[in-house]
């Protein structure tokens, strides 16, 4: 085989490579929390490829807004339009898809409205089938703990009285698949001077962006198409 021959496939599989690259990065679906409609129990979106995500609350939805910023959380409990303890909103998705970032709000770090510092948690089902528990703790005005993968960004006023409590996580779950996502509140970090008052966490999902994974048979045949490439070229190697 002639080195022309080697230029046009590696040409061809470049440019699927290339395809599958774009597919992933521009075909992404944003699902926002000031969408859900009050009173209902599950929102639906369908994604330009198809990617349907379906999210559904343990009791009817309401939206809450602070400083500019609005989320969903769940009505009634003990504070009205927020994710509290015991309360749930889960997130599925028709197909695999990877979560690029993730905003939630109101999640306060402790002196304001008496609050503790306040964790939010999200219980993730991955597409390989393994699933792990990810927390969010506001630790001071614009600064927070995450156990996950990539980066915390605090977003507008921050955790002061009246403010947006607001944090986005970028790249949350690494590049692993996401099948579906629990969000709740479990017990934050009280003071020294009342031991018990852990009870206080609650906060309101903004927004998630998501990239839909590319078919099995794509990345099929994307593999398939590197290892003929390596096969050829160890061969004209040898000879």
């Known amino acids: 085989m002639n080195k022309t ?3 046009k496939m590696l040409l061809s599989f470049s440019m699927l490579i290339m395809a599958n690259a774009s597919y992933a990065v521009t075909t992404v679906g944003t699902v926002l929390g000031a969408d859900f409609v009050n009173g209902q129990t599950v929102y639906s979106q369908t994604f330009t490829d198809g990617t349907t995500a379906t999210f559904t609350g343990s ?16 009505s009634g409990g003990r ?21 690029t970032s993730l905003n939630l709000a109101l999640l306060f770090d402790g002196p304001e409205y008496g609050d503790v510092k306040e964790v ?5 089902s991955f597409a390989d089938g393994g699933s792990a528990s990810y927390y969010l703790t506001a630790t001071g005005v614009h600064s927070a703990a995450w156990t996950g ?12 009285d009246g403010g947006t409590g607001a944090w986005q996580i970028n790249n949350p779950f690494g590049f692993r698949s996401v099948d579906s996502i629990v969000f709740t509140a479990v017990k934050g970090y009280p003071k020294s001077s009342c031991p018990s008052c852990d009870n206080q966490s609650d906060y309101t999902f903004m927004s998630m962006v998501v990239t839909p994974v590319p078919e099995g048979h794509t990345s099929a045949m994307m593999l398939a198409g590197l290892l003929m490439i390596g096969g050829l070229t160890a061969r004209r190697m040898r000879s």
Not at 85 to 96: A, N, Q, R, Y
Not at 149 to 160: K, M
């Open 79 to 99: 504070t009205n339009g927020e994710i509290d303890i015991g309360e749930t909103l889960t997130g599925t998705f028709s197909k695999e898809v990877i979560v």
């Open 120 to 124: 939010a948690k999200m219980l993730v």
């Open 5 to 7: 021959f080697y230029a």
């Open 149 to 160: 993968e990539g980066s915390v960004l605090s977003l507008g006023s921050g955790a002061v």
């Open 59 to 74: 009791s009817p939805f309401q939206t809450k807004t602070q400083d500019s910023i609005t989320g969903v959380g769940i």
